[in-house]
């Protein structure tokens, strides 16, 4: 009934730039996207960013000063803008959710995030 619902990867050139988005579709009003991971190739995957309600939003040192993570409430959107790509951020990039009052963990199907020239 719920799926994470993911968009804005592609294929750019180093030093572009790429907006990914993660919302919610279906029936249950308690899915909240809580942040994003990344799985490059031969590699485990890796926490990118995070953004909880009111806090703080927090990153991976390699992404730090490079990508944002924000927050829409009214749309329960997260978006993960990524600037100055490099090469090695080529991954396939999750989508995390949380069940508010439930526990568990939601993720979405992943998208391909290429940066080559």
């Known amino acids: 009934q719920v799926q994470l619902v993911e968009s804005g990867g592609g294929l750019v050139q180093p030093g572009g730039s790429l907006r990914l988005s993660c919302a919610v579709s279906?029936?249950?009003?308690?899915?909240?996207?809580m942040g994003w991971y990344r799985q490059g190739p031969g590699k485990q995957r890796e926490l990118v960013a995070t953004?909880?309600?009111?806090?703080?939003?927090k990153y991976t040192d390699s992404v730090k000063g490079r990508f944002t993570i924000s927050r829409d409430n009214a749309k329960n959107t997260v978006y993960l803008q990524m600037n100055s790509l490099k090469p090695e951020d080529t991954a396939v990039y999750i989508c995390?959710?949380?069940?508010?009052?439930?526990?568990?963990?939601?993720w979405g199907q992943g998208i391909q995030v290429t940066v080559s020239s």
């Open positions: 279906g029936s249950i009003n308690t899915i909240r996207p």
């Open positions: 953004i909880i309600s009111g806090g703080t939003p």
């Open positions: 995390n959710a949380a069940n508010l009052g439930y526990g568990g963990d939601y």
